[in-house]
């Protein structure tokens, strides 16, 4: 008998040898584990080799049929927890979530398999549901600097944050990543920055840029920070510390309720710098080493949703007749 708790922590240790983030690991465990559970207590199965497409198949229907929070892996945290405290308690899992669980355990299986463990493929058929995406929501030239003028720079930690933010959409680089920067990582003078492997999501090194415009903010924040704080990290606490994110989200969300824009996020301030970039003719490829994708399949799916309007606006300033006419004058 192979016991699927067994397998699921020789998966994870191949995880961490692969030097997964974190963040991955943590999804990867905590679907398997709730999976595992419901095998237990509703299945009857502990060994990894009796699982069927059909069990997986049935879990799939479980996640989708119960609530949200509903479903634990130790009751003991119910206590400290009290998800029915929270205000979406019970509410339908959403498909994107369904489908990250599908994701998770068809990595799991297919790993089980490669590593001889299970001889048969019981997620070859096991597919993600169709999940029709919402456009990413735009911040307008107005609202940005509406938010900005709204951030008062004579304190620190909001000064730190307004340039945070400048840079976030100047940028394009996610919120870990841009927390995890120390002064030496800028090349000030050709307006770059080099995110390193261990701060991002692929585990991979590379630089993302900014403008003239932000140079001479970086340059004026190094100073002020210089000032008052010893720290080698770009945006730190005034005790020197690197901020969390979540610090920092509750914070932008806060300002953003200032002009009364509701619910703004780092990863909003991400995604309009992507559809910036393409609205100005940049290309799909270019951003897609930006982003610090593993695939321009990842960017076209996540950010190929501009509007007829944004279509038009750009089609104008590429017009082959238009073009022409301005290259014979």
């Known amino acids: 008998m192979r016991k699927i708790q067994y397998t699921i922590d020789e998966f994870m240790n191949y995880c961490e040898s692969k030097n997964l983030s974190q963040k991955t690991m943590m999804s990867y465990e905590q679907t398997l584990r709730l999976f595992s559970k419901y095998l237990q207590e509703e299945k009857n199965i ?32 119910l206590k400290g927890n009290i998800p ?10 959403s498909i994107t979530t369904v489908n990250n669980y599908i994701r998770n355990i068809k990595v799991f ?23 029709e995406r919402k456009p990413k929501q735009f911040i307008t030239d107005g609202e940005f600097g509406e938010l900005l003028r709204h951030i008062d720079t004579t304190k620190f930690h909001e000064y730190r944050d307004y340039i945070c933010v ?15 920067i120390k002064v030496d990582d800028i090349d000030i003078n050709n307006r770059a920055i080099l995110l390193k492997s261990e701060n991002t999501k692929g585990r991979k090194s590379r630089y993302v840029y900014f403008s003239p415009i932000m140079q001479k903010e970086l ?38 309720l200032r002009i009364g824009l509701k619910d703004i996020t ?5 995604n309009n710098f ?34 007829d309007d944004d279509i038009r606006k750009t089609y104008q300033a590429f017009s082959p007749l238009e073009n022409m006419r301005k290259a014979g004058k």
């Open 84 to 93: 029915e405290a929270r205000g979406d308690y019970g509410k339908q899992v």
């Open 166 to 180: 400048m840079l976030l959409l100047d940028s394009g680089m996610r919120i870990s990543e841009c927390l995890a």
């Open 46 to 77: 502990e060994d990894v080799i009796k699982i069927t497409e059909k069990d997986i198949r049935d879990y799939v229907v479980y996640i989708k049929n119960r609530g949200k929070y509903t479903v634990v892996i130790d009751k003991k945290t």
């Open 266 to 270: 780092p990863h909003q301030l991400r």
């Open 219 to 256: 340059r004026r924040w190094l100073q002020y920070k210089d000032r008052y704080v010893e720290s080698d990290v770009l945006f730190c606490s005034t005790k020197g510390n690197i901020v969390m994110m979540r610090t920092f989200e509750k914070k932008l969300k806060d300002y953003g």
């Open 274 to 307: 992507a559809k910036r970039f393409l609205m100005a003719g940049g290309s799909i490829y270019t951003l897609s080493q930006i982003l610090g994708h593993s695939s321009v399949k990842i960017t076209e799916s996540a950010y190929l949703d501009l509007t």
């Open 109 to 131: 299986f297919n790993y089980s398999k490669e590593q001889g463990v299970i001889k048969k493929d019981v997620v070859k058929n096991i597919k993600q549901f169709k999940n």
